[in-house]
Each structure stands twice: as structure tokens, then as C-alpha cells.
């Protein structure tokens, strides 16, 4: 009797390592998605936000206020400083805004993840220009 | 006893192997449908930039359905984690939210709305075991429109375009006539002025295209008071004013704008409207239908203001609003400023409705006003 209730621990050993990496690898593939998810909704509700208000810079380097305004629209989902950012770790200086100009006047607003790290259990995804999301500007130009 | 000592080694492997195969099934789900939910929110974006986009092009006429299909294409926005362009999507117009949607409409006359639907074809790594479905067909669409607005709080340029005519969403303006932003001086002591023959009322003469019915409603009931101007005086608020669209105050549609109006700077007023002029890219067409043909233009040259009714002499109304293409003779600095002496109107000639943001004209409303939003 004590061999056999040894040979089920042993089975419960085998088969546990199996489900628990089954279940550590879901986890892991799971949590770097949703992290992906939420950034990519960030970054468009950002993108979203900078084609629409006035873009005060005559050229292609926004006003220190509408770059701010535009990263805390994608780390608290609002234009002033909230209070948790949306993923966690996220700086301001993750997001990049790229201005593009056709003929003179502000085209389109493109939002992008740079340097974030998602950190999964069994490594690390850096993310490098995404997600990224361009938007058509549709806003009142103010260069003066 | 043997028989049962058997059983009992193989039940924990044997409820394993049961559970691994559930908990596989949920790896899968987790990773699969985690992949799809990504790419659905991807092609989502995607769409509703393109919506968008396309949406701010629609002006009423065949030309601007083109080039709605073409900012569709143009779009950089991508799905697959960022690394794949969208499969064609596919674009259909309609002249309310509601549809129908229609491919190529023509005449394309009142189409203000566009829809953008985008499908993707996602692979499924585990559920293909247990379903046999090896992709997943992800459909997204967003549909976008210039939605009227009665109300504009910044934009429009401290002018005003006069008509009597209130069925927008041109209120009777003419496109490419030329009616005046600023009426020249009033000066009652004229030979023959009255307000039956208003044209002699002023020192110079009033814009081609203002009509009889304008030019009696100007002379009776702002006579030397206004111009039809209606921003600050300062300097720099003229400028904000012409150049970046700050507003005195928010207008809507039936406003009193009298309280509003007032002579201003005329030195001021006709230097920034130069220098808006200088800001496009194109300054040598004279028709808004050549101006908006032209691939240089950037639509600086369009001054977006409120169309007015002077009623009486302490009503002057908002009955709409509308672009006008400023003139230009190449010079960023002398047509309006050498013309601002005051006696002279600053005309301009009527482009079409107003949409915030487009490059041109928009595809009109009733109150000659829009912007473009998402519909769902």
C-alpha cells in the first residue's frame, strides 16, 4: 500500500508540472495581449484626441502643452494628469507623437509606443513604435 | 485486489490527462481569441481613422467621393500587431446615418456620410484542434459624417458675409461670386444715397456678388456703425483672430451678433488677412473651382465666417455660415492691406459650406455648418 500511494504522487508530480506550465504559459501569452490591447486603445483614443483640437505650432514640432495634453490623453484617457496610468509603467516619454504636414498644414497626428516593456512571466516584450495609430487631422490650425 | 490496485494507479494520470486536455482548451481560447480581440480593436482604429478621413473630403460632387476613397488607401493605420496592411476596405457613401449605402452615388450631391468596413482573416493555433476552424473572419466598420452644427466656438474668422436669404445651406450665395467680408465706408452725405439705391451710399463700391437686397439691409440698419466686422481691436487679438480662429465669443445659429459687431482696425484686420493668404501654398488660383482643383492648396486661403441678416439696427441675426476664398495678387503683404484704407470692401468669393477641419468646402447642411464625427 505505501508503494502505491507513493506512485500517485509521483503521477500527481508529472501531471501537475505539465498543467502548471500549461497554465503559466497561458498566462503569459494572455497578459502580454491584454497589455497590448489596452495600449493600442491608449494610443488610439490619443491619436483620436490630437486630430481634433487646435494644434498651436507652425511647424512640425507640437507646443510643449499639446504634447502633453496628448501623452496624458493616452496614460489616463484624459488631456490633464489623472491619477492611475493605464497600463502599468507607462511613462510620458513612451509615447511618441509624430506631426506630419501636407502643404504647409498639419496632415496627420500618429501616436506610438516606444521603450515599454511588457513584463510576462517567462520574458520580456519590448515594444518599439507600436502599437502606432494615425488619424487624420481635423482640427482649427493655429501656427500664430 | 489487483484488479482494483490497477484502477487506482492509473485514476490520478488519467483525471491529469482529462485536466490538461480542459486547461489546453483554455490556453488555446486565451491565446486565440486574445489574438482576435487585438485585431478586431486594430482594424477598428483603422476604420474609424478611415471613416474619418474620408468623410472630411465629401463636398458634393464626384471629385470629393474619389478623393475619400483615396484618403481611405492612403491611411498608414495596419492590424497583426502593426505589421500588416488592411485588405482593401471596402467604402460606401450615404446621404444620412441611416443609408442606404451606396457604392458610387451620382450625382453625389448631399452625400455627407461615408462607411469604411475592413475584414481580416485571423489564423487560430488552438482552437483549430478542437473546432477544426483554423481562422477566424474578423469584420469591423465605422461609419463617420459631417454632422450639422448651430453652434461654432472656434474657427471663424471676426467677419461676417451679409444675406437676406436664410434656406441654407448657401443662403442664396453664389459659389466663385464675390461678396464682401468687410462693407466699404458708409457715407450718407453721397449724392443720391438711400436705401433704395444703396450702392451709392458708399465710397467705394460694394462687392459684385452682394445682392440689392444685402446692400439695402447694410445701409439701412448699420449705415456708418459697422462693417461687418465683429472681433477685438487690439493688434494681436485681430491676429489670433484671422490666423488661429480664436473667437471672440461662441456663435449660434439666430444670435444677435449686434452686440458683437464693431468697427475695429482696419490696418490690423487687412494685414493678417494677408498674411493668412501668404500661409497657402497655393496663391495663384482666382476661382474657388480652380483653387479647389489645385493640389497645392491647403485651404488657408479659406476664411470660414458667419453669414448674417441685419434686421433692424440693433438685430443683426446668424442665419448660417459658409468659406470664402480670399483673393490674393501673389504678394503675402499688400492686395488686402493696400486695399484697407477703409473706403474699399474686402471681398471674397464664396467657396461653399463650412466643414471644421477639411481643406474645402463641406458637403452642406442646413445651417452651412459641420464637423466630422463617428456616427457609431
Known amino acids: 500500500m505505501k508503494r502505491r500511494r507513493g506512485v500517485a504522487i509521483l503521477e500527481f508530480a508529472a501531471g501537475s508540472g505539465l498543467l502548471l506550465a500549461i497554465f503559466s504559459g497561458t498566462f503569459d501569452f494572455g497578459y502580454t495581449l491584454i497589455q497590448y490591447n489596452r495600449l493600442e486603445t491608449a494610443v488610439a483614443q490619443a491619436a483620436r484626441y490630437a486630430s481634433i483640437v487646435p494644434y498651436d505650432s507652425p511647424n512640425t514640432t507640437?507646443?510643449?502643452?499639446?504634447?502633453?495634453?496628448?501623452?496624458?490623453?493616452?496614460?489616463?484617457?484624459?488631456?490633464?494628469?489623472?491619477?492611475?496610468?493605464?497600463?502599468?509603467?507607462?511613462?510620458?516619454?513612451?509615447?511618441?507623437?509624430?506631426?506630419?504636414?501636407?502643404?504647409?498644414?498639419?496632415?496627420?497626428m500618429q501616436v506610438s509606443i516606444t521603450g515599454y516593456n511588457i513584463y510576462a512571466l517567462f520574458g520580456t516584450h519590448p515594444l518599439t513604435g507600436k502599437p502606432r495609430v494615425s488619424y487624420p487631422y481635423q482640427g482649427v490650425w493655429a501656427p500664430a | 485486489m489487483r484488479q482494483t490496485t490497477s484502477h487506482q494507479r492509473g485514476f490520478v494520470l488519467i483525471t491529469m490527462a482529462i485536466a490538461a486536455a480542459g486547461v489546453l482548451a483554455v490556453a488555446g481560447l486565451a491565446v486565440d481569441i486574445g489574438r482576435v480581440f487585438i485585431a478586431k480593436n486594430e482594424i477598428?482604429?483603422?476604420?474609424?481613422?478611415?471613416?474619418?478621413?474620408?468623410?472630411?473630403?465629401?463636398?458634393?460632387?464626384?471629385?470629393?467621393?474619389s478623393r475619400a476613397q483615396d484618403a481611405v488607401s492612403a491611411m498608414p493605420n495596419k492590424w497583426n500587431f502593426g505589421t500588416a496592411d488592411l485588405p482593401?476596405?471596402?467604402?460606401?457613401?450615404?446621404?444620412?446615418?441611416?443609408?442606404?449605402?451606396?457604392?458610387?452615388?451620382?450625382?453625389?450631391?448631399?452625400?455627407?456620410?461615408?462607411?469604411?468596413?475592413?475584414?481580416?482573416?485571423?489564423?487560430?493555433?488552438?482552437?483549430?484542434?478542437?473546432?477544426?476552424?483554423?481562422?477566424?473572419?474578423?469584420?469591423?466598420?465605422?461609419?463617420?459624417?459631417?454632422?450639422?452644427?448651430?453652434?461654432?466656438s472656434r474657427g471663424l474668422a471676426p467677419y461676417t458675409a451679409v444675406s437676406t436669404n436664410t434656406t441654407g445651406p448657401n443662403f442664396g450665395l453664389v459659389a466663385g461670386n464675390s461678396y464682401a467680408m468687410q462693407w466699404p465706408t458708409f457715407n450718407s452725405s453721397r449724392s443720391g444715397c438711400s436705401v433704395a439705391s444703396p450702392s451709392l451710399c458708399f465710397n467705394s463700391l460694394p462687392c459684385s456678388g452682394d445682392s440689392a437686397a444685402s446692400k439695402t439691409a447694410v445701409v439701412a440698419n448699420w449705415a456708418s456703425k459697422y462693417q461687418g466686422y465683429w472681433g477685438a481691436n487690439s493688434n494681436s487679438l485681430i491676429g489670433a483672430a484671422v490666423l488661429d480662429g480664436v473667437q471672440l465669443a461662441p456663435l449660434t445659429l439666430g444670435q444677435n451678433i449686434d452686440p458683437l459687431l464693431s468697427p475695429g482696425d482696419k490696418q490690423a484686420e487687412a494685414d493678417y488677412l494677408d498674411r493668412r493668404v501668404s500661409q497657402d501654398t497655393d496663391t495663384a488660383d482666382t476661382t474657388p473651382a480652380a483653387y479647389l482643383a489645385s493640389t497645392r492648396h491647403n485651404g488657408r486661403r479659406l476664411l470660414p465666417v458667419a453669414i448674417v441678416d441685419p434686421v433692424d439696427p440693433t438685430h443683426?441675426?446668424?442665419?448660417?455660415?459658409?468659406?470664402?476664398?480670399?483673393?490674393?495678387?501673389?504678394?503675402?503683404?499688400?492686395?488686402?492691406?493696400?486695399?484697407?484704407?477703409?473706403?474699399?470692401?474686402?471681398?471674397?468669393?464664396?467657396?461653399?459650406?463650412?466643414?471644421?477641419?477639411?481643406?474645402?468646402?463641406?458637403?452642406?447642411?442646413?445651417?452651412?455648418a459641420s464637423s466630422v464625427r463617428l456616427i457609431e
Do not use: E
Open chain 2, 88 to 152: 482593401a476596405p471596402a467604402v460606401t457613401f450615404a446621404t444620412s446615418a441611416a443609408g442606404p449605402w451606396v457604392a458610387d452615388p451620382n450625382p453625389a450631391a448631399g452625400y455627407a456620410y461615408v462607411q469604411v468596413t475592413a475584414a481580416v482573416q485571423v489564423r487560430l493555433y488552438f482552437m483549430t484542434l478542437a473546432t477544426g476552424q483554423s481562422v477566424s473572419n474578423v469584420t469591423s466598420s465605422a461609419k463617420a459624417g459631417q454632422i450639422p452644427i448651430a453652434s461654432v
Open chain 1, 62 to 108: 507640437p507646443s510643449a502643452a499639446f504634447l502633453a495634453s496628448v501623452r496624458n490623453m493616452a496614460l489616463y484617457g484624459n488631456p490633464a494628469v489623472g491619477h492611475s496610468v493605464v497600463v502599468g509603467g507607462l511613462t510620458a516619454a513612451n509615447i511618441q507623437l509624430q506631426v506630419t504636414f501636407a502643404n504647409g498644414v498639419p496632415a496627420t
Open chain 2, 316 to 368: 443683426t441675426n446668424v442665419i448660417g455660415y459658409g468659406q470664402f476664398l480670399l483673393l490674393s495678387n501673389g504678394s503675402p503683404s499688400d492686395y488686402y492691406k493696400k486695399a484697407g484704407n477703409g473706403n474699399d470692401p474686402y471681398c471674397a468669393l464664396y467657396a461653399g459650406p463650412y466643414n471644421i477641419g477639411s481643406g474645402g468646402p463641406g458637403a452642406g447642411g442646413s445651417s452651412g
Open chain 2, 44 to 65: 477598428q482604429v483603422a476604420c474609424d481613422a478611415a471613416a474619418l478621413a474620408a468623410a472630411g473630403q465629401l463636398d458634393g460632387t464626384t471629385n470629393g467621393l
